[in-house]
């Protein structure tokens, strides 16, 4: 427990975390003599980062470790909503044998936007170059990335031109809510939407709109915005109408957080901080 680590947070020079206790202000005071603290894992949200940084401490996480997990759970999504795999599973154990109603959507024929090209969003890219697909990419914060994988494109093209998208995106104040209902209506034509960043970068309510208005025609959502902090709890029947409507959406599918999570993600997370850490102190 968090109470009984204080009392000895001084003596300590590094910290490696996997839970997502927050690590404020009046937690980073008591650690006098504390020179990093590695995040096994991507989001930083939970660690007060800049107050960080301003007592010496460096802040070190691992996007590279969950990389391609997160990235092939994103193929899982997309090749998911265009061939209706939840729908047409569904009915097939209600006993429905429905062929003409669930015809799919050959990914080659499609315009997948990418919005974040970080470690995520490129390996997503490098895997969508198989499939044939064009593949445009924005970054808010990047310029000069495309290639052969994507075109760096405008916000306004991805709006514009898009057949899937695809969120890669941390969660920061500025992102709040990035997809909202003015998000959701801007695009030229109906899409289908993932999600496997986290989950109050999109607005439920907002995206339940969509779906039942048609602009968005279906979902993969590895986040949503109700979750605890630790990820690891979900009171599924407290939650409000709009989630009650993505549990019974055919057109939706749901997984419990679980895009960065592998049979070999931790031992890559541990390889790429062990490293960081070397490299910031040898």
């Not at 924005?138 to 994507?150: E, I, P, Q, R, S």
């Not at 590895?222 to 409000?240: A, C, G, T």
């Not at 070999?264 to 390889?271: F, K, S």
Request: glycine share 10%.
């Amino acid at each position: 427990p968090l109470d009984e680590l204080q009392p000895l947070l001084g003596a300590y020079f590094g910290m490696v975390i996997r839970s997502r206790f927050t690590l404020d202000e009046g937690f980073l005071n008591r650690c006098a003599g504390l020179k990093f603290i590695a995040r096994m894992g991507i989001g930083l949200e939970h660690i007060d980062v800049q107050y960080a940084k301003g007592k010496g401490i460096l802040v070190l996480n691992s996007p590279e470790g969950s990389r391609d997990t997160v990235a092939e759970h994103t193929m899982g999504f997309i090749l998911g909503l265009l061939n209706h795999l939840q729908r047409s599973n569904l009915q097939v154990r209600g006993g429905q044998w429905i062929r003409d109603g669930n015809k799919g959507y050959e990914l080659r024929h499609r315009t997948v936007g990418i919005i974040g090209y970080g470690n995520i969003g490129s390996a997503v890219a490098q895997r969508l170059s198989s499939f044939g697909c064009r593949v445009i990419a924005y970054d808010k914060f990047k310029t000069n990335f495309g290639g052969v994988l994507a075109e760096e494109v405008s916000l306004e093209t991805v709006f514009r031109e898009a057949d899937v998208v695809t969120l890669h995106i941390p969660y920061e104040d500025y992102n709040h809510y990035f997809v909202n209902r003015r998000f959701l209506e801007s695009f030229r034509k109906p899409i289908f939407l993932v999600n496997t960043s986290r989950g109050l970068v999109l607005e439920t309510t907002a995206l339940v709109e969509a779906l039942q208005s048609g602009k968005v025609l279906g979902a993969g959502l590895d986040v949503i915005e109700y979750e605890e902090q630790s990820f690891y709890k979900l009171e599924v029947e407290r939650l409000p109408a709009p989630f009650q409507y993505l549990r019974q959406a055919e057109n939706v599918i749901l997984t419990p957080h679980i895009a960065g999570l592998s049979h070999e993600v931790m031992g890559a997370h541990a390889r790429v901080l062990a490293e960081k850490i070397e490299a910031a102190f040898q």
